[in-house]
């Protein structure tokens, strides 16, 4: 049975960045595709980038293109996703979530495999 476990979160000012990682036991990462989703207070959850299980692929939700980068180490079974210039809209739970397809999307509904979250807060 695949585990994620996400890192990296915590509380950062607008502007700032910060790294998370999203990191599997249980299992071969490199055969699963990966994506990143979040959700805040009162919203649904939203996907944010994923990746492909090679890592050939990307894709983001328009809000975060040229801000957040998503990227994977398959030989440490580890995701990430680098973020920059962060806004408080970035504020969610941020999850990771994978599924042994090759081809990632930014549906929640496609991943089988997630992580407990953890928690940005954007703010002054």
């Known amino acids: 049975q695949l585990q994620l476990v996400e890192s990296g979160g915590g509380l950062v000012q607008p502007g700032g960045s910060l790294r998370l990682s999203c990191v599997a036991s249980?299992?071969?990462?490199?055969?699963?595709?990966i994506g990143w989703f979040r959700q805040a207070p009162g919203k649904e959850r939203e996907g944010v980038s994923c990746i492909s299980s090679s890592g050939g692929t990307t894709d983001y939700r328009d809000s975060i293109k040229g801000r957040f980068t998503i990227s994977r180490d398959n030989a440490k079974n580890t995701v990430y996703l680098q973020m920059n210039n962060l806004k408080p809209e970035d504020t969610a739970v941020y999850y990771c979530?994978?599924?042994?397809?090759?081809?990632?999307?930014?549906?929640?509904?496609?991943?089988?495999?997630w992580g407990q979250g953890t928690q940005i807060t954007v703010s002054a």
């Open positions: 249980g299992g071969t990462l490199a055969y699963y595709a």
């Open positions: 979530a994978a599924e042994s397809i090759h081809i990632a999307t930014l549906n929640a509904g496609d991943y089988a495999y």
